[in-house]
């Protein structure tokens, strides 16, 4: 399934680094921006969540909740968020089930890995309505930041 713009947002309960269950409709009033990436502790992946990291107080002037999302463990997701100290929460789908709502799994990855998240960027209102998605095949390439960041802008 491919998720595309004025489709209301999948919903949604992962765990996050310190083992709380976060639902989508837990930002209900905001806008959130989803950054599903393929695996911690890779070049791309680090250089995309630290960006955000040092422009966090951007997303926050425009009342955006960041999540980044991938199917590591949410073990490795503590550490990796410790390790690099990300200002914004880290969900696991360790199950897969949602980069495969979201239409963002690979089926098969590097080193023949099955089931990873594609690197891809959704921007849901405050509504529940996707606003934005992008979905890269290639995982060696970035969001595009400057159309997220315009979108979100003419959100707020």
């Not at 765990?15 to 393929?38: A, I, Q, R, W, Y």
């Not at 089931?115 to 891809?120: A, F, I, T």
């Amino acid at each position: 399934m491919k998720l595309t713009t004025g489709q209301v947002a999948p919903a949604f309960t992962m765990f996050d680094t310190e083992k709380n269950k976060v639902s989508l409709s837990d930002f209900k009033g905001k806008n959130v921006l989803l950054l599903f990436f393929p695996q911690a502790f890779t070049g791309v992946c680090t250089k995309e969540l630290c960006s955000i990291r040092d422009h966090i107080a951007q997303y926050e002037a425009v009342n955006a909740q960041v999540i980044g999302i991938s199917v590591d463990s949410l073990f490795t997701l503590n550490k990796y968020k410790a390790d690099q100290q990300l200002n914004f929460p880290l969900l696991s789908d360790f199950n897969k089930n949602v980069s495969e709502d979201y239409g963002c799994l690979y089926e098969t990855f590097a080193f023949e890995m099955k089931g990873v998240s594609k690197r891809s960027a959704f921007i849901v209102n405050k509504d529940g309505i996707v606003e934005y998605a992008e979905v890269l095949e290639n995982a060696g390439e970035l969001p595009n930041f400057e159309a997220i960041e315009k979108t979100l802008a003419s959100l707020s």
